[in-house]
């Protein structure tokens, strides 16, 4: 997307921000449409939430540009924001209730009670907690007041609302409902979310588009599947969970595929990515799902194919996953559907083969 066009909600511009000697926002630049779930995922330490207090307005940048709404934020005090950060401990006031922590942020902006009670009400609907308004934040569950945050926020009709790791005090069983239920708030509300998470299954979740970052950098932008079948680097195909791959030199290229020379393995095949020659270092990856494993040393169509020994055999549900050890001593993962039963099965020590199709790996330069 043009970056100037009037669909954008937010518009980074090489920003950079310094805590001392930490670059935490290294020269970021981004576009972030209206009505967009935007996720920013990467690990802890990688410039998250700095990026989030730039676009609200707690720090400033040293260098580039922010705009949001097609309004230039140099110099806006958060208040004047079009924004609202729902902050990572939810930070409610404990001796208020639910409906008073919802109401506070519209009586500091001196609105009139009759103004401020439909929309607290409003607000309330919204997050599904009509009816808790007279509760005190210890008499809520976590999710309850998960979403206490979020109504306290929305009261406000920002154009964006800024979440950081908004479900990372949550167990895991509330987390994956809580993804589901922030999506389809943020589908009703019709707002741009920006959320930053370091979870990658929640990123991929619930965004429409995710940003990758590291050391401050964004490394990726794109769509949860663009980013989960063709990671641009090897940081980010390890971090969105590519966990296996081989170091390899490129030997030749026909077409669409290159074939890769492995040392202690011989040669593997993926689809050619550009910029490729022979000689060229290459990793080769290929996710865990896409492996096949088996007993028969026929090739059944799969274009590759190594014999290992299964290491570990782990039941999963209704999954298995193996640890496999190739002829180069490199360990990598299968997950393998449980549904054929107990009699296909591996256990530690077998032989096996691992086979995978061409078209399941990707390539990325070393
Ligand atoms: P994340 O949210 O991804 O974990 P942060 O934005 O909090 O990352 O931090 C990015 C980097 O900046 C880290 O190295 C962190 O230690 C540093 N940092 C963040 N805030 C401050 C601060 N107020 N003073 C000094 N260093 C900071
Ligand atoms: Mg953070």
């Known amino acids: 997307m043009d970056e100037a066009s009037t669909d954008a909600s937010i518009v980074m511009r090489e920003v950079t ?5 930490t670059l935490a926002v290294d020269r970021l630049s981004l576009t ?17 939430t700095t990026t989030l207090r730039l676009l609200a307005g707690f720090e400033q940048p040293d260098a580039g540009e922010i705009i949001i709404e097609g309004q230039p934020m140099q ?5 004047r924001r079009p924004v609202n950060l729902v902050f990572q401990n939810y ?11 919802v109401a506070f942020g519209l009586e500091m902006k001196g609105l009139q009670a009759a103004e401020i009670g439909p929309r607290v009400a409003e607000a309330l609907e919204m997050v599904r907690l009509a009816g808790k308004q007279d509760r005190l934040p210890s008499q809520l569950s976590g999710g309850e007041q998960q979403r206490v945050a979020l109504a306290r926020a929305l009261v406000n009709h920002p154009a964006v609302l800024l979440l950081d790791e908004p479900l990372g005090a949550l167990d895991k069983q509330l987390r994956l409902e809580m993804e589901v239920e922030l999506k389809a708030l943020q589908e009703r509300v019709g707002i741009t979310f920006v959320c930053v998470t370091h979870d990658q299954e929640e990123a991929l979740t619930m965004s ?14 794109g769509t949860p599947e663009e980013i989960y079948t063709a990671p641009a680097s090897a ?26 020379a ?7 095949h993926a689809p050619a990515c550009t910029g490729l020659r022979a000689g060229t270092p290459v990793l080769v990856t290929i996710r865990p799902e896409r492996l096949h494993l088996s007993r028969d040393p ?3 169509g799969y274009q590759n194919q190594i014999a290992v020994r299964v290491a570990k055999a782990i039941y999963s549900g209704n999954e298995m996953h193996y640890l496999v050890t190739l002829p180069n001593n490199l360990t990598w993962k299968a997950r393998v559907p449980n549904a054929d039963g107990t009699a296909k099965r591996f256990h530690a020590g077998e032989s096996a083969y691992l086979k995978w199709r061409t078209t399941e790996a990707v390539l990325l330069p070393e």
């Open 235 to 260: 940081f980010v195909a390890s971090f969105i969970g590519v966990s296996n791959s081989l170091p390899g030199r490129v030997q030749a290229i026909e077409g669409q595929r290159a074939t890769v």
């Open 75 to 79: 110099g806006v005090p958060p208040n």
């Open 32 to 48: 972030i449409r209206k009505g967009e779930f935007f996720a920013i995922l990467g690990p802890s330490g990688s410039g998250k």
């Open 208 to 221: 429409d588009r995710l940003a990758v970052m590291h050391h401050g950098r964004l490394l990726q932008v």
């Open 262 to 268: 492995v040392e202690g393995i011989g040669l593997v």
């Open 91 to 101: 930070a409610l006031f404990p001796h208020m209730t639910v409906a008073q922590n």
């Open 298 to 300: 026929a090739t059944d």
């Open 17 to 21: 921000k310094r805590h001392g000697d």
